[in-house]
């Protein structure tokens, strides 16, 4: 007999259709395969598709697949995946505990529907790389990383995914910036990241803190439009660095170039002064050193579902696409 599941497409990070980062989001995923997962996944084709079933000592659980792979953690699809249970009346406002591979992290919905993750505590170093290379990479002069650089070297920040921070002047260079994937994937493998975030305080909304621009060749994801996970991580990294004169929350953007405008809220809970004491320390006596991160960060948006329908599942073991 055929089996069927729901399935979605949400946009997170936007509360308008066809923006934001599109998640594939299988509300009731209980009972099925990783080969199944992961067919499903590459179906859709979303970067990341989210697939809950009950948790075990937690409220939920979350896995998460890209057509190519499974990963840890993916911040969008955890938005998707609460504010479509949250639109359907699944669950309420309230903190939920969520089993990720990461770890058990909270999420929590306030009653706008925007869809908070809390992620692991900060761990942030700078890293020894060739600037030269890194702007060749980007296909920049080395002159659009120098300029911040000195006070905002490139680094090393993660809070559940690693992602390599590479700062850049001005917005006018971000929007240049033409990818070698297989010179970042080499940089990303070198510097044990799953992707390169490059950014500029040079941003398109005066409320924005920082415009992004988010490359994960690895996960096979040429560029993800609107990034959750390396936006707390980067927020982290910020705050760490003395380098943010807000408060919280702030507002991250990104997606511009993909025609799919979104924006990330970034809670570092400005717990960045001790960080940022160390931090001056750690890089005054070695340039790799890690500065753990003293308190969570939260990364939090609202979501729109696009598409709702069922989707027909592979039998176990059946490398067959699935037919939507």
């Not at 809950?52 to 937690?58: D, K, M, N």
């Not at 249970?85 to 939920?96: K, V």
């Not at 409320?207 to 959750?228: C, N, Q, W």
């Not at 050193?289 to 308190?295: F, K, L, N, T, Y």
């Amino acid at each position: 007999m055929t089996e069927t599941r729901r399935v979605q497409l949400v946009d997170a990070f936007t509360e308008e259709p066809m923006a934001g980062n599109p998640a594939g989001v299988l509300p009731d995923a209980t009972g099925l395969t990783d080969d199944q997962m992961g067919a499903i996944a590459a179906e859709l084709g979303a970067s990341e598709t989210a697939f809950v079933t009950p948790g075990e000592g937690a409220d939920r659980r979350l896995r998460y697949f890209t057509p190519e792979r499974e990963v840890d953690l993916c911040g969008h699809a955890t938005v998707a995946a609460f504010a479509s249970l949250y639109d359907r009346a699944i669950i309420s406002t309230g903190t939920y505990a969520v089993e990720t591979a990461v770890s058990v992290l909270d999420v929590d919905i306030d009653p706008d529907g925007t869809v908070w993750l809390t992620q692991s505590p900060p761990d942030l170093r700078t890293v020894d790389v060739d600037v030269d290379r890194v702007a060749a990479a980007l296909d920049l002069e080395t002159h659009a990383l120098t300029e911040v650089g000195e006070d905002l070297p490139i680094g090393r920040a993660s809070t559940g995914l690693p992602f390599l921070v590479v700062p850049v002047g001005y917005f006018e260079q971000l929007s240049s910036v033409d990818p070698d994937l297989e010179a970042i994937a080499a940089l990303c493998e070198e510097t044990d990241t799953e992707g390169l975030y490059a950014c500029t305080f040079d941003t398109l909304s005066a409320e924005s803190t920082l415009h992004g621009r988010a490359f994960a060749p690895l996960a096979g994801i040429p560029e993800d439009p609107v990034t959750g996970t390396a936006s707390g991580a980067v927020g982290a990294y910020l705050r760490s660095r003395g380098a943010l004169d807000r408060a919280d929350p702030l507002v991250f953007e990104q997606g511009h170039f993909l025609g799919r405008p979104g924006r990330v809220l970034v809670d570092t809970a400005s717990g960045g002064e001790a960080e940022t004491d160390r931090a001056e320390t750690d890089r005054a006596d070695t340039e790799d050193a890690a500065v753990p991160g003293e308190r969570a960060v939260r990364v939090g948006g609202q979501a729109v579902t696009t598409l709702d329908g069922e989707i027909t599942v592979p039998a176990a073991d059946d490398d067959d696409i699935v037919e939507a």
